[in-house]
């Protein structure tokens, strides 16, 4: 019998790029999410597989995961707020979808005693630090509430799994782009350059430098490390190891788009309170255990660009 897998917020960016990947392989993939199943554009070419399923419900409701996710051999946890920038404006908005929901998948974990999760962490956990982060940087202050959840998801996952003998793997990721995305920066500025094609608002000064990873590499990478889950709880950080500033976004976007607006600085060293500017990843531990990625940072972008379809991007 297929191995029945959960994946929570099924129907977003990343979660259903990896659903791809298990359909194809025969899961028995049960998809999770808030969004109704006639607005999933992610996942429309799923839903006449037998072996995929949608299933509506807030993943914070931890009764109905219990119902649920009974039987489950493994569960990939991805639900969350993905926009750190809107969740600035509310602390709520991260307590609620991206800590409660890893509260209720862990409790639905121990009742059901399903032995492996996957979760996915993030480089906001780090805060904005100096120097190459790797995953024994020690003394952690995120500086969002969206770092601040997903460092504290962590830390119950840890228990949660120490008192009740299950298997976590918690891969942290930077940036990741492509076909299918639903926020960031590629996605606002199509949007903006939509509505208005003669300037481009920048937030910062655009001399913001990050680590971009491409879906696609990130997704096998998931499935990969997850078919070879180790015991106990265990922390990767998984990133191409070269980096993109933003204006070099802006100017690729621009291409894509063959226009050529005028560029706005809102000004200051990052895009809005909360943003991490600039950071390095050490990824030698997952490289060790087999991480491998086709596209750089910058080709990534390149990557997302020839692949996205700019008309499902809505004005910004
Ligand atoms: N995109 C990135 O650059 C990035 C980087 C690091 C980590 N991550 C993490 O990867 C995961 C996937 O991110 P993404 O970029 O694909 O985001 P996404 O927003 O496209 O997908 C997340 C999905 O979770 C769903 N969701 C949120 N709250 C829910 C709830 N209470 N119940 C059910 N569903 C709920 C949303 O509807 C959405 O479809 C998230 O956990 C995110 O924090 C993303």
């Given amino acids: 019998m297929p191995e029945k897998v959960f994946v929570t ?18 899961y ?13 554009s992610n996942i429309a070419h799923l839903l006449k597989e037998p072996n995929f399923h949608y299933v509506k419900a807030d993943v914070t ?22 926009d750190i920038r809107n969740g600035g404006k509310n602390p709520d908005i991260d307590y609620t979808k991206t800590f409660q929901t890893t509260r209720s998948i862990l409790e639905a974990m121990r009742q059901n005693e399903i032995e ?4 996915s962490s993030t480089s906001a956990v780090y805060g904005d630090r100096k120097g190459l982060l790797d995953e024994m940087t020690g003394g952690l202050q995120p500086i969002s509430y969206y770092g601040a959840c997903k460092l504290a998801s962590e830390s119950l996952i ?7 003998d299950f298997n976590a793997l918690i891969l942290r990721f930077p940036n990741v782009i492509g076909p299918r995305l639903t926020h960031g920066v590629i996605f606002d500025f199509i949007g903006k350059l939509k509505k208005d094609p003669t300037k481009l608002q920048i937030l910062g000064d655009g001399k913001q430098n990050k680590q971009y990873v ?51 600085y809102t000004g200051g060293s990052c895009g ?27 080709g990534s972008v390149r990557e997302t660009l020839r692949m996205i379809d700019v008309d499902s991007i809505p004005l910004y």
């Fill in 9 to 26: 917020g099924g129907a977003g960016f990343i979660p259903s790029h990896l659903n791809d990947l298990l359909v194809d392989r025969g």
């Fill in 28 to 40: 028995d993939v049960t998809a999770i999410d808030v969004i109704d199943e006639n607005s999933c």
């Fill in 61 to 82: 409701d931890v009764d109905a995961m219990v119902k649920l996710t009974k039987g489950a051999d493994f569960i990939y946890h991805m639900a969350a707020n993905s």
């Fill in 116 to 119: 492996n999760m996957f979760f």
């Fill in 158 to 164: 840890s228990a949660y799994s120490y008192m009740n």
């Fill in 214 to 264: 491409y879906v696609l590499d990130l997704a096998k990478g998931i499935f990969d490390f997850c078919e070879r889950i180790e015991k106990g709880v265990n922390q990767y950080n998984v990133s191409t190891e070269s980096f993109t500033d933003v204006n070099t976004i802006a100017q690729l976007v621009c291409e894509r788009m063959g226009l050529e607006p005028e560029f706005e």
């Fill in 272 to 298: 809005w309170k909360g943003d991490v500017s600039s950071f390095a990843y050490n990824v030698d531990k997952a490289k060790a255990r087999g991480w491998k990625y086709e596209f750089d940072s910058t």
